[in-house]
């Protein structure tokens, strides 16, 4: 066999693999794009069909017509949002203190807050309910904002570690031979330099708050509060249907919006969290 033709088998062995991560990867959104704009009386329909005959936009308008689905993205949308903010605040000072000065206990420090992201997040959910009760925030978002930090902040910590570490130290020393305080230097010098990472982990985090549903199923119970994740599961409760139908097209079109904006900002940031992602790998 010559050197051409095995080539030429392994390039095409190599597109078919990829098409097939590929469609394994998207059909699944496919199929629930599919469902959401097919009508009820087709979703159950044989033979398969893999296109609706007749599309219909009804399951969005019956989704966006439930209150109790448009307060699910507000609250999900607010949640998210302060849990990215409050990560990236104390998670980029903690990083730049970690990964720029030396001082006793350093490394312990970085291999408690490594360890954080170990942790299955049903392993601290009792200790957590203890804690939000203490703090009378049970059935309030500030609960979910509260807990959602113990796995997004330490991710962010670490990860920024790397950014602010790979610095050179010139930077700093040219600050301060400015006049610049270490909290100047930070944020005017350093921060700036550091958006690539900044973006990835914020998006991560946010990407992480938005789709969370055990905390919010354990900590939440008034309908008006729940997250969206925690609003698709129990949409058959509010949608008009009868006690034992499953609103499957609402519920699909419900997947649908909620991913979208997902698929966006990854999309609007997706140069950034590659060069987060490519400069975490090789520097440090």
């Known amino acids: 066999m010559s050197t051409r033709t095995t080539n030429v088998i392994s390039r095409a062995l190599f597109y078919l693999l990829v098409l097939l991560i590929l469609a394994y990867t998207v059909f699944p959104f496919y199929w ?36 109790l689905f ?22 980029s000072l903690g990083a730049y203190a970690l990964g720029r000065f030396s001082f006793p206990g350093r490394k312990f420090t970085m291999y408690i807050i490594l360890s954080m992201t170990i942790f299955p997040q049903i392993a601290v959910l009792g200790s957590l309910f203890t804690m939000v009760n203490a703090f009378h925030l049970f059935d ?6 509260l807990t959602y930090l113990i796995f997004t902040l330490p991710f962010t910590v670490w990860v920024l570690i790397t950014f602010f570490r790979s610095m050179p130290a010139e930077l700093e020393q040219a600050a301060y031979v400015d006049g610049a305080t270490p909290f100047q230097t930070f944020y005017m010098v350093l921060l700036p330099l550091a958006a690539p990472g900044l973006v990835t982990t914020g998006l991560l985090a946010f990407i992480a ?18 997250t969206i994740t925690l609003a698709i599961q129990t949409l058959p409760e509010s949608a008009s249907t009868s006690a034992y139908a499953v609103p499957w097209g609402q519920m699909m079109a419900a997947t649908i919006v909620v991913t979208v904006p997902l698929v966006v900002l990854t999309l609007i ?6 060069a987060g992602l490519t400069a975490g790998s090789i520097k440090g």
């Open 140 to 145: 309030t978002l500030g609960a979910l904002i």
């Open 209 to 226: 708050a938005w789709n969370e549903f055990l905390y919010a199923l354990s900590f939440i119970q008034t309908p008006e509060r729940r």
């Open 269 to 274: 940031f997706q140069r950034r969290i590659i």
């Open 70 to 91: 448009l307060h699910a993205l507000a609250n999900s949308a607010i949640v998210a949002g302060a849990v990215t903010i409050i990560s990236l605040a104390i998670g």
């Open 32 to 67: 629930a794009l599919r469902s959401s704009i097919t009508p009820d009386g087709e979703l159950f329909s044989t033979p398969i069909t893999y296109w609706p005959a007749h599309p219909t936009l009804d399951q969005y308008g019956k989704i966006f017509s439930n209150n």
